[in-house]
């Protein structure tokens, strides 16, 4: 390996991060009768070690993104994945294989195989999505690929198509994508097997400087689909990777791959298996600690997996990209607990044939620490000239500047003032800013890219003085006003019109717009002010925004 591919696997298992909740690991195993040898003249690519009885296995369904290869330098991520675990610990097994989509994985016997080998307590990770967007039963007209009717058809619902495939000889019903993740899904939990659902690997394909995030076909977004409505965990191997691609750069990242944009080398093998471990690192209540080699160990965890934080839908189309805290985004965006922030409703106030409408916000931040935890880095990604940023911060930024919790609060107004302290929650040193100084620093950078900012008030808590909604014009809502008419960007005085709404209703009527004491909203309480956001965009001059706000 050259000294250049050496640079960048020192870089790999630095920064890789993700989340979401997995089902606790099953009690301790005991031994177990041996697991039938494997059918190496029928499945050439899995490995011949035999696994130990005695211990846990993860085993790999996959494609030759994950599979071992024979044509240098091409090599798939379950192979250097191995060495991130303990051997004496857990069983790596990986049974990926070149070609196949989720339909063939399955008609060929190879899922039958695997099945096989299974047994309860262990993990199956499943990714497909590469080969699935390919032909059912024939090429295109003109096509000078070879035959291969491997395709399933798009969607994850329960349609089918009957058909004599060419290539097999043989009749066959052919199912959705979803259809075949359900049925490997269902097979496992049978046995008492962990499903783990993986969105596919990233291909080195570029425009205007941002990689591609699954295009051209919806295979991420339907293993993601699939996931959620089975109740299994699910790792977004595609968001993990584009993020790390972005950070190395077009020409670093083509130095990761093999003769192709899609099969990686040997260091881009490396870099994709570092990011499956800090998917699986990142699941909630996960059993992989006790599990990891040294290597596995030193891979930071990826911790936002669980937030399900969108992406556009549509790349071409300009995005409304929202930044803040859980009053614009609670928790995963799903309602738990009856809470919900005013951007998961305001996706409903537009065309998505339009605006693109993503929520970045993420619950507990504040202005400070939406910038220094690399949320920022990570939604800026996200957006290209021409784009709109919404931002909302003030709730959590009256917290303290430093303490063990938390550490999240900046200081007071919008100059220019600092504070050096050494974080007694991050371990490292820090210099705090003003509130305003990094809403300045997101408007500043935004301008930069071609973006154009909206800097929004915090919405107000539900607290009453006199008869009235007690509003915080003399702290962050002024100053959020500040800045935007220092650095001339619209602004949404979301505290004063939000305050208005609720003096008009009354006490009683608001109760019922929150799901908790006085800070979170309910469905009903977050629809009201998406709605009055929606309003102020819509007196925007901007065309692109007016045309893209549906009517209320």
Known sequence: MNSRLLSLLAQILGGLTCGLALAAFAQTQSPAPATPAPDLAKNPAAVATPLNPALPTVFIAGDSTAAKNNADPVQGWGVPFADYFDPAKLNVANRARGGRSSRTFITEGLWDQLLAEVKAGDFVLIQFGHNDGGAINEEPPGSTRPLRARGSLPGVGEESQEIDNVLTKKHEVVHTFGWYLRKMIADLQAKGATPIVLSPTVRAIWKDGKVERGAPNAHRAWSREVAQSAGVAFVDVTRIIADRYQQLGEAQVKALFGPDHTHTNVAGAELTAASV?????GLRQG???????AKGQAVEADAIGWLNLPEPANPELPSLVLIGDSTVRNGRGDGDK???????????LVDPAKLNVVNRAIGGLSSRTFLTQGHWERALTLMKRGDFLIMQFGHNDSAALNDTSRARGTIKGVGEETEKIDNLLTKKHEVVHTYGWYLRHYVREAKERGITPIICSPVPRKTWKEGRIVRSADSYAGWAKQVAEREGVAFIDLNELVAQRYDQLGAEKVDALFADEHT??????????AAIVAEALRAMPDVRLKEGLQSL
């Open 338 to 348: 009856g809470q919900w922030g005013w951007g998961e409703p305001l996706a409903g």
């Open 277 to 281: 471990v800090a998917g699986l690192k």
């Open 287 to 293: 059993p992989w600690a006790p599990f990891l080699s």
């Open 520 to 529: 979170h909203t309910s469905r009903l309480g977050a629809e009201l002010n």
